[in-house]
C-alpha cells in the first residue's frame, strides 16, 4: 500500500473480507478444491495484470522500494530484507479476514486447507491456506512486471506460517538451492519462522 | 489485501460469467454470510438497540450502526413496530480508497454490476457491493426476534461514494416516512434502513389497500 502519512489507518471492513471467504466457499460447493484453486489464482493473476510495470537501474533501490511497500511486489504487505535476496513478510495481510473470520463466523471450513494441498501438488509446496495461494501467484505474477537493471525478476517461496502458528516449508529436495539463493542459512530461517508470517526470496535469472 | 483482490475478480468474473453472473453471487454470499451469523433473539426494542450501540447483533460486521431511536415506526394502532437504523460509513468505502493507493482506479465492472442490479432488481445500489448488503440484512432480520417476532428489513436510501445517493421511494411509502428527510440522513449517513416486525399493519401499506 502506498505509504502516506495515515494511510495505513485504512483498514479494510470486516463485512467484505468474510464475503470474499463465503464467496470462495460458495465457489468450493461448486467446483470442489479444483476449482476454487484456478478462482483464486485467477483472483491474483488479475490483481496482478491491473498494476503498473516497474523498472529499476540498481537493486539496492528495487530492494528500498520493497521494504517501504512501494513497489507492486510488497504492496500489500510489511516486508523486511532478511539478505539482498531473501524477504521476509512480518504478518500475514490476510491475518485481519482471518481473525474477523474466526471471531463473527467460527473456524474456517476443511475447503480453505484442502485448496491449499490441492495447490501444493500441482504449483508450488509452500501454501496452508486459501491466502497463501493468493499471495503467493500475485507475488509471481507481479514479479513479471518488474525489472532491475534490465532483467526480469523471480519469485520462488521458501516458507510460510498461518496464523495459527502451522508452518509450511518448501521440500527437503528444493531447500539447499532455495538457501543458497537467498543466501541465509537452515538456522537463519528457522529463526525467522518463529515470529514472521512468509520467507520468499527473489532473484534475477543469469 | 483480500477485499483488493476480490474488486479485481468482479472485474474478472464479470467478462467471465457476465454482470448477471456476479450479481447472483453476490446474493448467494449474502444470504450465506446471514445464515452462518446465527439466531438471535431479544425481548424488546430496547434490548435490540443497546445491543447493536455495543455492536453485538449480527448488524454489527457492518461497522458503527446507529439506531435512530428519535425515529420509531409505528403501526395502524399507534404501536412501535419498527426503527430507522443508519450506518456511518460505507462497509466498501475503505476497499475503495486501498484500492486507490494500490492499484489505482477501481474496474469498470463495479459500476456495471451496481447498474444492472439496479435496473433488473431494484433502483438502490450505488456500488456492486450494495447488492451483498441488502441482501444481508433482509436476512439477517428473519434470524432476530423481537418479543418472539422475526423482522423485516427495508432499505431505505444509500449514499456513495462519489455522493450520488439512492433512495427507495416504495420503501418510505411503506413506513410513511419523508423523502427529503432521508435525504438529510445521508449528509451523516452512508447508509439507511428500517427494521420493521414482520407482518405489522404499517400505515403506507394499509392505505394502499
Request: aromatic letters at 10%.
Amino acid at each position: 500500500m502506498k505509504n502516506i502519512e495515515g494511510y495505513q489507518e485504512i483498514l479494510d471492513n470486516p463485512m467484505v473480507d468474510i464475503a470474499t471467504y463465503l464467496f470462495l466457499e460458495d465457489i468450493a460447493d461448486k467446483q470442489g478444491a479444483a476449482g476454487m484453486n484456478n478462482y483464486l489464482m485467477s483472483l491474483a493473476y488479475s490483481l496482478a495484470r491491473t498494476m503498473p510495470e516497474e523498472e529499476y537501474t540498481k537493486w539496492e533501490d528495487f530492494i528500498d522500494a520493497l521494504v517501504k511497500s512501494e513497489s507492486i511486489l510488497t504492496a500489500f504487505e510489511k516486508v523486511y530484507a532478511a539478505s539482498e535476496n531473501c524477504m521476509v513478510t512480518v504478518e500475514s495481510p490476510f491475518l485481519r479476514g482471518w481473525k474477523e473470520y474466526t471471531k463473527r463466523i467460527g473456524e474456517f471450513p476443511k475447503i480453505h486447507k484442502d485448496v491449499a494441498e490441492y495447490y501444493n501438488s500441482r504449483v508450488t509446496p509452500t501454501a496452508i491456506e486459501t491466502g497463501d495461494i493468493i499471495i503467493q501467484t500475485y507475488r509471481k505474477a507481479a514479479a513479471e512486471k518488474i525489472t532491475v537493471n534490465g532483467k526480469k525478476i523471480q519469485v520462488a517461496h521458501i516458507a510460510t506460517v498461518s496464523p495459527d502458528g502451522s508452518k509450511k516449508i518448501a521440500p527437503e529436495e528444493w531447500l539447499p538451492i532455495l538457501l543458497e539463493k537467498a543466501k541465509i542459512t537452515r538456522t537463519q530461517l528457522n529463526m525467522i519462522l518463529r515470529n514472521n508470517a512468509a520467507v520468499w526470496v527473489i532473484y534475477t535469472l543469469q | 489485501m483480500l477485499d483488493v483482490a476480490l474488486v479485481s475478480l468482479i472485474q474478472d468474473m464479470s467478462e467471465k460469467a457476465g454482470v448477471e453472473g456476479t450479481i447472483q453471487y453476490w446474493l448467494r454470499v449474502g444470504e450465506n454470510l446471514a445464515k452462518r451469523m446465527g439466531k438471535e433473539a431479544y425481548m424488546g426494542w430496547p434490548s435490540f438497540n443497546v445491543a447493536l450501540r455495543e455492536g453485538r447483533t449480527a448488524f454489527s460486521i457492518e461497522g458503527n450502526v446507529i439506531a435512530l431511536t428519535d425515529l420509531a415506526i409505528t403501526d395502524v394502532d399507534g404501536d412501535v413496530v419498527g426503527y430507522l437504523y443508519a450506518v456511518e460509513k460505507c462497509v466498501f468505502e475503505p476497499t475503495i480508497l486501498r484500492v486507490r493507493y494500490s492499484v489505482g482506479q477501481l474496474p469498470k465492472a463495479d459500476k456495471q454490476v451496481a447498474d444492472e442490479y439496479n435496473m433488473t432488481y431494484r433502483d438502490i445500489a450505488v456500488c456492486n457491493f450494495c447488492i451483498i448488503h441488502t441482501k444481508f440484512r433482509e436476512e439477517v432480520a428473519k434470524n432476530i426476534t423481537i418479543a418472539g417476532q422475526p423482522l423485516e428489513a427495508l432499505q431505505l436510501a444509500n449514499r456513495g461514494f462519489t455522493g450520488e445517493t439512492k433512495i427507495d421511494e416504495e420503501n418510505l411509502k411503506k413506513i410513511g416516512i419523508n423523502k427529503e428527510y432521508v435525504r438529510s440522513l445521508l449528509r451523516n449517513y452512508a447508509c439507511v434502513f428500517a427494521l420493521v416486525m414482520k407482518g405489522a399493519r404499517l400505515k403506507g401499506e394499509v392505505s394502499e389497500e
